[in-house]
């Protein structure tokens, strides 16, 4: 590196220190790491407290980093930005690095910080600009490549970010970040070929004990909806780094998509516990609560759907018996079925949840007001069918039509979320 007199080149810093490192994380993709060294990788859990810190910060997925502890003696302004992106905050390290660069425009090294930096930011263009600066500079740089991949697939560029990739791996097969790129680059691309099926495996090959190698594995199963396989590469992640935010929220995304909403509500609370900021939880949680919400609607409709059917046109009880029910037992019938139907479901949530039920039902009205408002049309909609019950015909028609406007209300509710949704994308 160039900094304070001294200079030395990107082969000879990878010669004098080794080749191994950490990585970031986001939107379920991982990276980094040299070729494995055993003896040292059985010691990355006693490298002290600045590694926990490091691992307890929820940081932007997909971010190389260097594949290559720093230099001892660097610019200290190097060390501060590493600082700040470990706390996420971009801002103050591309401030630290600006004197820095002003002085030495020719530090790879500094230059990718930077780049690093941009992409934390949320600043794609300027991080791919600045990456292939570095890479210019210094050719056989593979972090400036994998950070030029990463930029590139922000940008919706994949094909140029495949090839990116791939020139970070031709420049170090030996470390299994550059293999973990390759694999992420389709992971971003939703469209996993066997390339980067291969790559991922290659990478856990490489670095067994390396969490993020197995969360790139489970992140291409994720993405090819191979759910015991994700569950598995993702609860070894957890294995090696219990408190993983990326591993722990996958895990729970895949018991989601198997059904098991109560399971996934308690990862994804437990997530916002530790972090509160973090967007992903409260976006995961929402979509818990919404799976849970839509169950229950369903469950209404049905009873609602079955009492205006076999009633329909009926005005005096005597005229409609049905399975030789009187009117006002048969409301109580379908009303009591549903409520069982409906409590049932949310023992199951309780038990699945454990202690953190409580807390995820306490999260809904902070985190989404329009599920709150669905929520209250449910309660509202089965009140309503209870009330049905002990009221004459007439008033039970009135008070059924009332409760499938709240049912028709809870539906618009769903197409407002969505639409929502496509306009945050």
Request: aromatic residues 6%; proline residues 3%; charged residues 20%.
């Amino acid at each position: 590196m160039r900094g304070r007199g001294r200079t030395c080149t990107h082969r000879q810093r990878r010669q004098r220190n080794g080749a191994h490192d950490h990585h970031g994380r986001r939107a379920g993709c991982t990276e980094r790491s040299g070729p494995l060294n055993v003896e040292l990788a059985r010691q990355r859990s006693q490298r002290g407290v600045v590694r926990r810190r490091r691992r307890n910060v929820r940081r932007t997925e997909g971010l190389p980093e260097e594949s290559q502890a720093p230099v001892i003696g660097e610019d200290a302004a190097l060390a501060h930005a590493r600082t700040y992106l470990s706390i996420g905050k971009p801002v103050e390290a591309l401030r630290a690095l600006a004197a820095h660069l002003a002085t030495h425009p020719d530090d790879d090294r500094g230059l990718c910080l930077a780049s690093q930096a941009h992409l934390v930011a949320g600043e794609p263009a300027r991080a791919l600009e600045t990456a292939q600066s570095a890479a210019e500079l210094s050719a056989d740089n593979e972090w400036a490549w994998r950070l030029i991949a990463l930029s590139l697939s922000k940008l919706g560029r994949h094909d140029d970010a495949r090839q990116a990739a791939q020139t970070a791996l031709g420049l170090a097969p030996q470390l299994w970040v550059t293999h973990a790129q390759v694999a992420q680059v389709d992971i971003a691309a939703r469209h996993i070929t066997p390339a980067a099926e291969e790559a991922a495996r290659h990478a856990v090959e490489l670095a067994p004990l390396e969490p993020d190698a197995h969360l790139t594995v489970g992140n291409i199963a994720l993405a090819k909806r191979q759910w015991a396989d994700a569950e598995r590469s993702f609860r070894a992640a957890l294995t090696l780094a219990p408190e993983h935010a990326a591993a722990r929220n996958n895990l729970s995304l895949v018991m989601l998509r198997q059904g098991r909403a109560g399971s996934a509500a308690a990862g994804f609370v437990d997530i916002l516990a530790a972090d509160p900021g973090s967007a992903v939880a409260v976006r995961n949680l929402r979509a818990v609560a919404a799976v849970a919400l839509r169950r229950i609607h369903f469950i209404l409709w049905v009873a609602f759907a079955v009492v205006t059917v076999a009633f329909s046109g009926n005005r005096d009880p005597g005229d409609s018996a049905v399975y030789g029910l009187v009117w006002t037992d048969f409301l109580a019938l379908v009303a009591v079925v549903a409520g069982i139907f409906v409590v049932v479901y949310i023992v199951r949530l309780r038990r699945a949840a454990g202690a953190r039920f409580a807390q995820f039902v306490q999260s809904v009205p902070r985190i989404d007001r329009l599920l709150t408002a669905w929520a209250g049309l449910l309660v509202a909609d089965f009140a309503l069918m209870v009330a049905a019950c002990f009221t004459s015909v007439y008033v039970a028609q009135l008070l059924y039509l009332l409760a499938g406007a709240f049912l028709v209300a809870g539906s618009l509710v769903v197409v407002a979320r969505r639409s929502r949704a496509r306009t945050a994308n």
